[in-house]
Nanobody, 130 residues
Framework: QVQLVESGGGSVQAGRSLRLSCAASGYTISRKCIGWFRQAPGKEREGVAAIYLSDGRTYYTLHADSVKGRFTISQDNAKNTVSLQMNSLKPEDTAMYYC????????????????????WGQGTQVTVSS
């Protein structure tokens, strides 16, 4: 069973950076899509970024238009972790951030839909003040 544990959230001022980490375990197949989603109060959960991994390699990454150029998703092989580096944070980035996984999924056209993922972490809060 896939287990995901997020860390790295916190409160920062606008313009600063945070790095979120997702520690993943329990995979039985080598191909997987790992995604980061966020949900602000009163809003739907939205996809932020995703990474397609196969045999330990990064094949490609995807980022939502709202975070392109500011957020970067990457894999840390040594720690079996997927990170989300968030730079130039804005107050509208304030949300609960979740890590999600789908073994065997190649991060296709619906990568930013929460229904594309079956395993979720507990979330980590990010608060950006102006």
């Amino acid at each position: 069973q896939v287990q995901l544990v997020e860390s790295g959230g916190g409160s920062v001022q606008a313009g600063r950076s945070l790095r979120l980490s997702c520690a993943a375990s329990g995979y039985t197949i080598s191909r997987k899509c790992i995604g980061w989603f966020r949900q602000a109060p009163g809003k739907e959960r939205e996809g932020v970024a995703a990474i397609y991994l196969s045999d330990g390699r990064t094949y490609y990454t995807l980022h939502a238009d709202s975070v392109k150029g500011r957020f970067t998703i990457s894999q840390d092989n040594a720690k079996n972790t997927v990170s989300l580096q968030m730079n130039s944070l804005k107050p509208e980035d304030t949300a609960m951030y979740y890590c999600a996984a789908n073994p065997g999924y190649s991060c296709g056209a619906y990568w930013d839909h929460e229904t594309s993922f079956g395993s979720w972490g507990q979330g980590t809060q990010v608060t950006v003040s102006s």
